[in-house]
């Protein structure tokens, strides 16, 4: 099956089977593993694009080989050709005429759920990988809580998702969560030299500094053109409040000009992480209480003007404007507030 947010010449998670860092969640699955005491279902959650995938799919190997009667290296060959008998994939599927369809939907998990009750194909657990939770559609998660609810015996449910906190309670609380997190530099840049050794350091260090822990966004600064203003928003972010207005349009015009580029898609990204960052770092401030009302207040008037500039087509440009003032405010409000003695 393949994957449809895969990115053009990068290996598919089942492909790779080895992802860099996560060594505390990695090491947490193993131990249970190891003491045969694995919960039925796991919920790895944690931003797009740190590997959540491909560590599910290594853990899958891990745990047929751990669990069943062949070498390790076979099991891994089987993983990657998508082969093995007890391994399940739930993903959005190809269309019949082009593309792939916009959700899981309920019959797929009703497919896989039947799946799941033949004679198993070979001795060991079962794996079923469901990537993401978050593209079932309202029918298709209240059938795989019924799955999670009573599930086959011997199988294990890896569910991937970016956004747990839209996920049905009952299926979280059916779930041992386990939290991703963004890795550190140095494996976003093994990540890049594994795919392609001859990287310049230039391009190297460019697209590391704009991962921002995430070895997918990173797979995409290299599609970028080297006069992205995804550098500039970088650098804008890094002091919003330092940065005279006339900036701010500038960036607003070059992200804004074309709604469907993979530029303003990185831009959104860059700005939610900084938003959640702000929120963050205010909630571990003795005197951030402030700063974090202005930090959520400022989420949730980016996102709505993002949702209706989306929904009812407005001017991406006057948007991001929108936007990038609220932060500028945002910033010399809490640099103030910062400022003042104690």
Avoid at 8 to 26: N, S
Avoid at 106 to 112: A, F, H, K, P, T
Avoid at 203 to 214: I, K, M, P, Q, S
Avoid at 280 to 289: L, V
């Amino acid at each position: 099956m393949t994957d449809p947010d895969a990115l053009e010449d990068i290996a598919l998670p089942e492909r790779r089977q080895r992802v860099r860092g996560h060594d505390r969640p990695r090491a947490a699955i193993l131990g249970q593993l190891a003491e045969r005491r694995l919960p039925g279902a796991i919920l790895l959650h944690g931003p797009q694009g740190i590997g959540k995938a491909t560590f599910a799919f290594e853990m899958a190997a891990a745990i047929l080989t751990a669990t069943g009667d062949e070498a390790a290296h076979r099991v891994e060959e089987q993983v990657g050709a998508m082969s093995h008998p007890n391994l399940f994939l739930l993903r959005r599927r190809p269309r019949d005429t082009k593309g792939y369809y916009t959700v899981i939907r309920v019959e797929d998990v009703r497919e896989l759920r039947d799946s799941l009750h033949h004679t198993r194909g070979r001795a060991g657990y079962r794996v079923a990988i469901v990537d993401s939770i978050d593209d079932c559609n309202p029918s298709a998660a209240n059938a795989l809580l019924k799955t999670l609810e009573e599930p086959p015996a011997d199988t294990i449910f890896l569910l991937v998702s970016h956004r747990p906190g839209q996920l049905l309670p009952t299926i979280k609380s059916r779930c041992h969560n386990l939290a991703l997190r963004p890795v550190g530099p140095d494996a976003v840049r093994a990540v890049l030299l594994e795919h392609d050794p001859s990287l310049g350091q230039a391009e190297l260090d460019r697209a590391v500094a704009l991962a921002g822990g995430r070895p997918r966004r990173a797979f995409e600064t290299l599609a970028l053109a080297p006069e992205s203003a995804l550098g500039a928003l970088q650098a804008w972010l890094s002091d919003p409040a330092r940065h005279p207005a006339a900036v701010a349009m500038q960036l607003a015009d070059a992200l804004g000009a074309d709604t469907q580029s993979t530029e303003l898609s990185f831009a959104r990204e860059m700005l939610d992480d900084w938003m959640a960052d702000e929120a963050r770092n205010a909630a571990m401030q003795a005197r951030g209480r402030m700063r974090l009302a202005s930090a959520n207040e400022l989420w949730d008037k980016a996102h709505a003007l993002f949702a209706e500039a989306d929904d009812i087509n407005l001017d991406m440009k006057q948007t991001l404007v929108a936007i990038f003032d609220a932060i500028r405010k945002h910033a010399a409000m809490t640099a103030s507030v910062s400022a003042e003695p104690l």
